[in-house]
């Protein structure tokens, strides 16, 4: 069974960051683009970033362009994302996903979850 773990969410004041990491074995990574979802309470779950197998290629949403940045570390076999500039508005619970490319029609493999809570 393919396990995705989220790691890194908390509490954050506005204007802070936070960095979240998502562990997957490597035969994952090589093959499987990542992305990162978030969920807020009462919302539909929305896409914020994705980063291709290669690392070549990534994807972020307008409501975090300039402010979040995926990565990958294949050395550590974790997806990286920096989250600079939170808004209270980012507060969700954060998930990881592989797929065979960013922009996939499904997700095949999904973490649990990490909260992030932005608030002063």
């Known amino acids: 069974q393919v396990q995705l773990v989220e790691s890194g969410g908390g509490l954050a004041q506005p204007g802070g960051s936070l960095r979240l990491s998502c562990a997957a074995p490597?035969?994952?990574?090589?093959?499987?683009?990542i992305g990162w979802f978030r969920q807020a309470p009462g919302k539909e779950r929305e896409e914020v970033s994705c980063?291709?197998?290669?690392?070549?290629?990534?994807f972020s949403a307008d409501s975090v362009k300039e402010r979040f940045t995926i990565s990958r570390d294949d050395g550590k076999n974790t997806v990286n994302l920096q989250m600079n500039s939170l808004k209270p508005e980012d507060t969700a619970v954060y998930y990881c996903a592989a797929a065979v490319g960013c922009g996939a029609a499904t997700y095949d493999y999904w973490g649990q979850g990490t909260q992030v809570t932005v608030s002063s």
């Open positions: 490597a035969v994952i990574l090589e093959y499987y683009a």
């Open positions: 980063i291709s197998s290669s690392g070549g290629s990534t």
